[in-house]
Each structure stands twice: as C-alpha cells, then as structure tokens.
C-alpha cells in the first residue's frame, strides 16, 4: 500500500497537470484552432500535420480522434480528410513523452527543481493577470507543473520495487513473450483510455531502472493499439462513416504494430540479445515511441487507401457518403468547446444559406405568384425551425462545459444570429400565405405596385446576403453594406405605403390587395431589420 498509494496520486496528478495545461492551450489557440480546420479540405498530407499540431495541443490522440469521429459522424469531414488526422494524431501524441523525458536530456528540468517553480510562478501569474489570455497561460505553466510533481510522485512510488524480484521478473517475461508485452501495454491504455497517462506511467517505472529495452518497446506498441479503445467506444450508436472512422483507427495501428514487431522480434531476438536485456531511459521511451509512429505514418501513408477500404468493407460502408440530414453536429464534439464551437458555426452558416434560398423563393413567389414556390417557402421554414431548436440545444450543452470568456462571447453572437435567422425564415412564409391569397382570390396588383415590390424584395434580398456574408467574415464594408439596405428599406416601406394608400383611394385594385400589399412590406421591413441585427452582431 506505500507503493500503491502514492503510485495513484501521482498518477491522479500527471493527468490532472495535463488536463489543466490541455485545456489552457486549447483556450489560448481559441479562433486558431478553427481556421486550422479549414486545412482539412486541402489534402491528406496538411490532415497529418493538423492532426499532429492538434493532438499536441490537446495532448491525447484518443481524444483527437473522438473529435475525428464526431466530424465524420456530422458529416464536416470525409474519410479520407479523416485518415490524415487520424495518422497525424499518432504522432502529436508523443510531445508529452518528450516533456517528461526532459528530465534527462536537460538536467534543469528536474522535476524536484521545476515543479514547484512553475506551480508558484503560475499561481502568481494567476493573481496579478487580468487578461483572458493571461490566465490561460497560467493554467499552462501550473499544468506543466503538476504534471512534472505527478511523474516524479509515480516515479518515487516505484523505485523500492527494484528490490522486488517477482516485479522485475514480471518486465523480463513480457520481454520475451512479445504478445504479452503488446497485450500489457493494450490493456493499461484501454483502461485509462490516455496513451500519454500510459507511456507516463512506463517512462516512471523506467526511471527507477525497472524496465528492460524488449518489454518497453512492445508495452509501447500495445499502447498504440490500447488507445484505439476511447474512439471505438465513442462511436457506438453513430452512422456506419463514424463507424469507419473509428475501425481505421484501429487497423493503422494494428498493422503498424505487426510490422514493426515482427522486425523487433528479428532484430531483439537473432540480432543483438544482449542489448534488449539493458535497461531503458525516459528519453529512450521518447525516442523509440515518435519513431515508431513516425516510421508508421511514413509507411503507411500511400496504402492508407487501401486501410480506409478495408475499414468500409469492416463497418458495412459500400460507398462513403456525405448525407445531409437535418443538423450535423456531434455530442462527442463538446468535450473540445474550440472545436464543438466551430462546428455549431458551420451549421449556423449552413442554416443561414437555407435561409437565403428560402428568401429568394420568397422574392420569385412575390413577383410570379409561384404555387411550387410557395410550397418550398413552407418547407423551408420547418426545416429551419428544426435546425434553429437542434443548434440551440446543442448550445446550451456546450455552455454547461468549460469554456472561455471569448468563447462565451461568441456563443452569444451565434444564439442572437440564430434567433435572427429563424425570424427571417417566419416572415419569409408569412409573405408565401400573402402569395397564396392572392392566388386564391384572383387578386392582382397594377404594374406599379408590382414595380414596388419588386425594387424593395431585390435591397431586401441584397441586405440579408450581406449580413450573412458579414456573420462569415466580420468584414466592415459588408456590414455597413448591410446597413445601408436596411436604412434604404425604411425609407421605401414610408413611401410605398403612402403611395399603396393612394392607390386604393383610387380603387386601382381591390382593398384586400392593397393590405395584403401592406403586410407584404411591413414583413419585408422586418426582414431588413433581422438581416442588420446579424451584421451589427459581427463587429
């Protein structure tokens, strides 16, 4: 229990610091992290360095994964863009290997020198910061600390058991029997679902000199396939793509793992015996690990292909597809509120164009009285209306995770451009039901009025374009665009409704027309001042 207790704290501690430093990184990359996933649509390549970069910063390849999974899930990212990432994941994983060997390579960084400088200096940076970015950097540098303070726990937890033959007799056997090396190293991860927390927890059992070259270097293969275990949970209950994702995962490792063991095994057992026998350092775990899945990444690359149609065939996927259901989002998402917020900003913008396309149905049902239109108009808008409530919900899960000052900035943004839409989408049928009375009464408006409509539907229809493209962009010249038209539109409802008066005065068509023609602008006005709403909200 002396062994085992302060093990578990320590170990508690090392994922704690790394959360904690995660998190704070993730903070701090905050709008980065989302224009880095605009890379994706480039090719393979830039998704391995993207999958690379973001594992790094969040530092688990289980967790960039179940993101990979939610994506493909939603339907944002493809298998192919999906095979990157998740090669790429491979290989970001390993920067906490490197931070906890730094202990050896630079003697500085001991853990019992700077550990308790980073935490102290991270406390103090906490209490006098006053900026956002500030304090996320302070949760950087008290994670690194805790992370160090957690590995030097584990490590001084285990060193007593160097005098335990049964314990070293342990890592001799998993040495010399391969499968149960892998088996181990497997197992550890799937259970703590955290390769980094396990090639921790390897590299603090190797710093009390208890681990042998041969059985590290097959512990360390398994914890490869043993991190597969957190995306293949996550995918239960997903569509057969997500599913795919998730068995690619899983065979990348796998036969990278049978490739690279059969030539261990050739070179540990017929070529160099003696030096499997040897102990291995921290930094050898390091350098043994970013190899092996470098070496992987560049071995596999161009049959990768070839994994991803093996991985369809496992899964049941004849052709990939890319369905376009009512709302692409992904529970799994929300554990990265970086990335679940980008992604709730694509489907805004996605529910923005079907809005835009219901409003030009909207102007074309004003002009030429469109049965078929009309029909579409009010399919649109429920469409919209499902959208707008799946996208609030999904929100309102996201608020309740931790989640910056920025960010909550932007979720607000995103809840009042929503709401905007979703009025937009209201007024658009409630023209289409004006449409459908004229067509059904016979009604008919003279040339001028028809004139009228059609000059305020087309600035009507030109604001929304730009408030959207302002919401896009937070490009200036497109809001003030924007407002521009709305301002315009105030004038000509003033103007055309004086002059719609006048010619129902005149009885130039029947009284039930010139209301409709009222309510027609007044809803066009109400657009105008929705689309300005979204604009102003992009400053």
């Not at 009042?416 to 016979?442: G, P, V, W, Y």
């Not at 539109?489 to 008066?501: F, V």
Request: with cysteine; proline share 2%.
């Amino acid at each position: 229990m002396s062994i085992i207790i302060p093990f578990i704290g320590g170990l508690g501690m090392f994922i704690y610091g790394m959360q904690i430093m995660a998190q704070g990184l993730e903070n701090a990359a905050g709008n980065k992290m989302k224009t880095m996933l605009e890379v994706l649509t480039r090719n393979k390549l830039s998704g391995v360095l993207l999958g690379a970069l973001i594992t790094a910063v969040i530092q688990s390849s289980s967790a960039t994964t179940v993101m990979v999974v939610g994506f493909v899930n939603a339907g944002i990212m493809n298998l192919t863009q999906a095979m990157g990432v998740i090669m790429g994941a491979n290989i970001g994983t390993t920067v906490t290997g490197w931070l906890v060997s730094s202990v050896e390579w630079a003697k500085y960084l001991s853990p019992t020198t700077l550990a308790p400088v980073a935490i102290m200096a991270g406390v103090i940076i906490m209490l006098i910061g006053k900026r956002y970015v500030t304090k996320e950097l302070a949760n950087i540098v008290i994670g690194f600390g805790l992370l160090f303070v957690g590995i030097s726990t584990m490590s001084s937890a285990v060193y007593p058991l160097r005098e335990s033959e049964a314990f070293c007799n342990l890592f001799v056997t998993l040495g010399k029997n391969p499968l149960f090396g892998i088996f181990a190293g497997a197992l550890v991860t799937a259970i703590i679902q955290s390769s980094s927390a396990s090639v921790g927890i390897l590299q603090s059992l190797a710093a009390a000199g208890l681990v042998p070259f041969n059985a590290a270097i097959y512990i360390i293969m398994g914890q490869n396939i043993g991190t597969c275990a957190t995306a293949l949970l996550s995918s239960l209950g997903a569509k057969k793509n997500a599913k795919t994702a998730s068995y690619m995962h899983l065979l990348f490792n796998i036969i990278g793992t049978a490739i690279f063991s059969v030539a261990s095994i050739l070179y540990i057992f017929i070529a160099n015996p003696a030096w499997a026998s040897g102990t291995i350092s921290q930094t050898q775990i390091s350098l043994i690990h970013t190899a092996f899945n470098i070496a992987t990444t560049i071995l596999l690359f161009p049959v990768s292909g070839w994994i991803i149609k093996l991985a369809m065939k496992i899964g049941g996927v004849e052709k990939e597809t890319s369905e376009q259901e009512t709302l692409l989002l992904d529970e799994r998402m929300l554990e990265t509120p970086g990335i679940a917020i980008q992604s709730v900003y694509s489907e805004i913008l996605r529910m923005g164009t079907l809005v835009e396309k219901t409003l030009k149905n909207t102007v074309e049902a004003i002009s030429n009285s469109d049965k078929e239109k009309i029909k579409k108009i009010k399919e649109q808008e429920k469409q919209v209306d499902r959208m707008t409530d799946g996208i609030t919900k999904y929100i309102m899960k996201l608020s309740t995770f931790q989640i910056s000052e920025r960010e909550h900035e932007e979720v607000v943004r995103m809840l009042q451009a929503i709401s905007d839409m979703e009025r937009i989408s209201d007024h658009c049928e409630n023209i289409a039901e004006f449409a459908e009375q004229m067509l059904e009464k016979n009604y008919v408006f003279n040339g001028e009025a028809k004139e009228n409509l059609d000059q305020i539907s087309r600035i009507c229809m030109e604001g929304y374009m730009y408030a959207l493209k302002s919401f896009e962009t937070r490009n200036n010249d497109q809001i003030s665009k924007a407002i521009e038209r709305e301002t315009q539109i105030d004038q000509m409802e003033i103007m055309y409704r004086g002059e719609n008066i006048d010619r129902m005065t005149k009885h130039l068509y029947d009284t039930q027309a010139g209301i409709i023609f009222q309510d027609t602008l007044l809803n066009l006005e109400r657009i105008s001042d929705h689309a300005r709403n979204i604009a102003e909200a992009a400053r």
